[in-house]
């Protein structure tokens, strides 16, 4: 790799010594081309192949080349600024002419274009004119002619309308007399026989409706004599009884007395104890020496009772009490 390097610098400094620094700089190609073509040469006797040979910068100590290209870059620029202030100089000198002459033939050409429109309306105008006419002529005609055509339409159809109608009557008439015999037939007669046949019902029915109110009134007139009978027997039967009660009680009527009495008593007893069979809760104070429970309630039951010969008394006269004592010795 040292001996190549050499060998490259080597004629690399041959080649500069035969260019100027310029040319150097400016034709990089050219000095690579002849470093390539001269070093290959000798490289090749040593065994080794150039592929390729590239320089990739330029430069120096003393900034020569850096000011020469800083020099030629603003001759460049202003070159460059010069040429595009005069082409665009010139490419609008060329498109004032460009738009001077369009605009010229743009006025001919609107000018033609006028022109010739006026003289198609002119035409036209005229030509309308004339269709206009034939058409309204023509729209007259046809209109003329269709109302023409229209009125002996109508009064054909009118002609027919007129047959139509008297057809008409002549079927309404057929029809009206046609509905005259159905109603007879269908309607009048069947009326007059439902009617006959009503009132014969209506007769029958009448007649049994008197005949169901006179049996009616008869079987009530019947049923009252009975129910009066029966009551008049029951009536008999009560006051045999009553008469029968009353010599009883004329014979033994203290006997007779206590035998009430008994039979009351417990139906008394029964009406004195019913409203207790209401009560869902007694409650009873004592002072320790009275009776308390089932055996006060029945105490208090039978007072009332004993207090019944002393109501009787008061509001009879009839003192049970002796009467029962009376009974009770002559037993």
Known sequence: MNIAKETLEGHQRAIMCTMSVEEIYKDRKKFSKQVFEVASSDLINMGITVVSYTIKDINDDQGYLKSLGMARTAQVKRDARIGEAEARRDSQIKEALAEEERMAARYVNDTEIAKAQRDFELKKAAYDMEVNTKKAESDLAFNLQAAKTRQKIKEEQMQVKVIERAQEIQVQEQEILRKEKELEATIRRPAEAEKYRLEKLAEANRNRVIMEAEAEAEAIRLRGEAEAFAVEAKAKAEAEQMAKKADA????????????????????????????????????????????????????????????PHVVTKLTGVNITNSLKIAQATI
């Open 249 to 308: 009680f004329k014979e033994y009527r203290e006997a007779a007395m206590v035998d009430m009495v008994l039979d009351t008593l417990p139906k008394i007893a029964a009406e004195v104890a019913a409203p207790l069979t209401q009560c869902n809760k007694v409650v009873m104070v004592s002072d320790g020496k009275s009776d308390i429970g089932a055996a006060r309630l029945t105490g208090e039951v039978l007072d009332i009772i004993a207090k019944v």
